[in-house]
């Protein structure tokens, strides 16, 4: 996964900007590491895409790189009874969707 950092002063940056919100520097993409938690999540049980079996897990993920780092993903893996905030998940590779995210290990 990658995400844009600020090439003068490191800063992850996340939805990503044209430039550094902190010192205007260049945003570059950058591999994260993959895990975080849960830093809160929803559940839908509306059938927006049909190929999207109900419920699924819809979470904003804070990623274990820097605080307050954080992306809208799926989660994958587990019941949707058995999410909670607080969460370790590991991103999986899904290279013809957004992010995916499930139960770490």
């Not at 002063?9 to 996340?14: A, G, K, N, R």
């Not at 079996?53 to 989660?75: H, S, T």
Request: a negative charge.
């Amino acid at each position: 996964m990658l995400v844009p950092r600020c090439a003068s002063c490191s800063l992850w940056v996340s939805p990503p900007q044209p430039d550094c919100p902190d010192c205007g520097g260049e945003l570059v993409a950058r591999a994260v590491s993959g895990r975080g938690t849960v830093f809160t999540y929803t559940v839908n049980h509306h059938p927006f895409d049909p190929s999207i079996p109900v419920p699924y897990v819809i979470a904003i993920v804070e990623l274990a790189e820097q605080k307050d780092l954080r992306v809208v993903a799926g989660l994958v893996g587990c019941e949707p009874d058995a999410v909670r905030i607080g969460m370790a998940v590991e991103a999986l590779s899904a290279p013809d969707s957004g992010p995916l995210f499930s139960p770490a290990a």
